[in-house]
C-alpha cells in the first residue's frame, strides 16, 4: 500500500473527474468532485497506515487547520482562482481577448494540462525561493511553517496574503493565454490530490517518481525546523526545477526530525496568524540560505 496508494489514489480521482464530466456536471464541480473523493481516500490511508503516529493531530489543531483550509486554501482559489479564472478563460475565449498562438490548443487536454503544470511550476519555484530569502516574504510564509507536525488539513494553511500572490503565477496568466476551462480543472485535481499527499500523514514511498513529484518523502524535509534542511524542495507539483537548480534534498540514511519555525512559541491560532506576519517583535526563525 505504502507504494501503490498515490498511484491509485490519483488515478480514481481522475477517472472520477472523467465520469462526473460524462454526467453533465460543470467542468467546476466535476473537479472538486473528485478532490472530495481523494481527500477522503487520503484521511483513510492516514488512519490505517500513518508516517508517524505522534503527528496525529489534537481537536483544537485541527479547528485551526480546517479554518485554514475553508478560507484560504478553498475560499481564496474559489473567489480568484478556480471558478472566476474557469469563467474568465471562457469569457476571453468567447470575446477573442486572449493572446492566440502563445498556447498550444490543439494538443489533447492531458498534455496542456503536463505543459501548464510545468510551466506554472517554474514560476512557484521562483516565487517559493523568494518567500524563503526575502524578510517580508518571509513573515507571510512563516504562517505555512508553522505546524509541529504534517497531516492532509494542514496543506491549507497559507496567509491570504501569500495565497492571493501565488495565485498570479498560477491560473491567471494562463488564462489569459487562452488556457480553456477543462484543462485548468485538470491541472486543479492533480494540484490539490498532491498537495493534500504532500502534507498528508500518510506512510508512502514513491521511489522513481521522486524525481519527477513534489511528494510528501520530499517535502516533510521542506517542514523541517533546521533552515538548512527546509531551503530545498521548493517545487510545488513538481521537483524538477529543484533537480535543474540544485535544490532537491531527499537523504536516504535518515528520517526528517521536528517540523515547524525555530521559534516554537509561535502563535498558532487562525485569527493569530492572520496578524503575526505584521507584528515586528515576532521572532519566527529565519528562512534565509
Not at 466535476?30 to 472530495?36: C, K, M, N, T
Amino acid at each position: 500500500m505504502a507504494v501503490s496508494a498515490y498511484p491509485i489514489v490519483m488515478a480514481l480521482a481522475y477517472a472520477s473527474f472523467a465520469g462526473f464530466s460524462l454526467l453533465n456536471l460543470t467542468t467546476a464541480l466535476s473537479a472538486y468532485a473528485a478532490v472530495l473523493l481523494g481527500a477522503v481516500l487520503i484521511t483513510w490511508h492516514e488512519s490505517k497506515l500513518p508516517y508517524r503516529r505522534e503527528w496525529k493531530p489534537a481537536a483544537a489543531e485541527v479547528g485551526a487547520d480546517a479554518a485554514f483550509l475553508g478560507a484560504v486554501q478553498i475560499g481564496v482559489p474559489l473567489l480568484l482562482s478556480v471558478t472566476l479564472v474557469v469563467a474568465l478563460a471562457d469569457f476571453f475565449r468567447a470575446e477573442g481577448l486572449v493572446l492566440r498562438n502563445l498556447w498550444p490548443q490543439q494538443l489533447p487536454v492531458w498534455a496542456q494540462a503536463a505543459l501548464m503544470m510545468l510551466a506554472a511550476d517554474c514560476g512557484r519555484y521562483w516565487l517559493h525561493r523568494a518567500f524563503h530569502r526575502f524578510s517580508p516574504m518571509w513573515r507571510l510564509h512563516a504562517v505555512h511553517h508553522s505546524p509541529h507536525r504534517l497531516y492532509w488539513v494542514n496543506v491549507g494553511r497559507f496567509h491570504p496574503l501569500e495565497k492571493a500572490i501565488q495565485y498570479c503565477l498560477d491560473a491567471l496568466p494562463f488564462a489569459l493565454v487562452g488556457v480553456s476551462g477543462e484543462v485548468l480543472a485538470a491541472y486543479f485535481v492533480f494540484y490539490a490530490i498532491n498537495g493534500f499527499y504532500q502534507h498528508s500523514n500518510c506512510l508512502v514511498r514513491l521511489g522513481l517518481l521522486n524525481y519527477l513529484i513534489a511528494g510528501p518523502e520530499l517535502h516533510r524535509w521542506h517542514h523541517s525546523e533546521l533552515p538548512r534542511e527546509s531551503n530545498n524542495n521548493f517545487g510545488n507539483n513538481l521537483i524538477v526545477w529543484d533537480l535543474l537548480f540544485g535544490t532537491r534534498y531527499l537523504p536516504e540514511d535518515r528520517e526528517v526530525g521536528p517540523l515547524g519555525l525555530l521559534n516554537r512559541a509561535y502563535p498558532m491560532g487562525f485569527w493569530a496568524q492572520m496578524r503575526t506576519p505584521f507584528m515586528s517583535d515576532l521572532q519566527s526563525g529565519t528562512g534565509d540560505p
